[in-house]
């Protein structure tokens, strides 16, 4: 019988909890690697529910992100939702948040987005082809999940953790890592 003991968190949460022990675990700081960070709504709303993260300013994942070595870069649409939740009822929503927050990213000069959210990397990694031939917009940003960052940043190689499997290639970041 369950007793209601057992206390739920993210796995945001628990690396954020763990930082020092994540941060000894890395091997090959990220450096020169410049990071377009997404939140996302999932995470951090409704906000009373959810006691993460502030949802107008969002701190956790670019502090997690930081501690890889890499660099965050500001965009300005942080915290504008990626469209994920409203694209398969209404496509042309979801798409023009997507738009917004991929024309801010390319801005920003990001050589990766990071996210947190299995939808958000839908969104992010299948979408985007899509949304540039709408647009006729080439973004081609690699999308990572923040656990292949770490994976990168603790000596994994990209064979071993897929990355491969990415629709959106993510050549041109292992490129700047060196890998």
Not at 88 to 102: D, P, S
Request: one cysteine or more; charged letters at 25%.
């Amino acid at each position: 019988e369950y007793k209601g003991s057992i206390d739920i968190k993210h796995f945001v949460e628990v690396l954020s909890d763990n930082l020092d022990k994540v941060k000894g675990a890395i091997t090959k700081p990220l450096n020169g690697l410049k990071v377009a960070v997404h939140p996302g709504c999932h995470y951090m709303r409704p906000a009373e529910w959810m006691e993460s993260d502030d949802p107008m300013r969002p701190t956790t994942l670019k502090k997690l992100v930081e501690a890889s070595g890499a660099t965050v870069v500001d965009y300005g649409e942080e915290i504008l939702c990626c469209g994920s939740a409203v694209t398969n009822a209404y496509e042309e929503h979801g798409f023009a948040n997507l738009k917004i927050k991929m024309d801010a990213i390319k801005k920003s000069g990001a050589d990766v987005i990071i996210v947190n959210c299995p939808a958000c990397y839908q969104q992010f990694d299948t979408r985007q082809r899509d949304l540039g031939k709408n647009y006729e917009t080439d973004y081609d940003i690699p999308v990572m999940y923040i656990t292949e960052l770490y994976a990168l940043a603790m000596g994994f190689t990209p064979d071993e953790i897929g990355l491969k499997f990415h629709r959106t290639r993510v050549k041109s970041t292992l490129d700047i890592l060196g890998l």
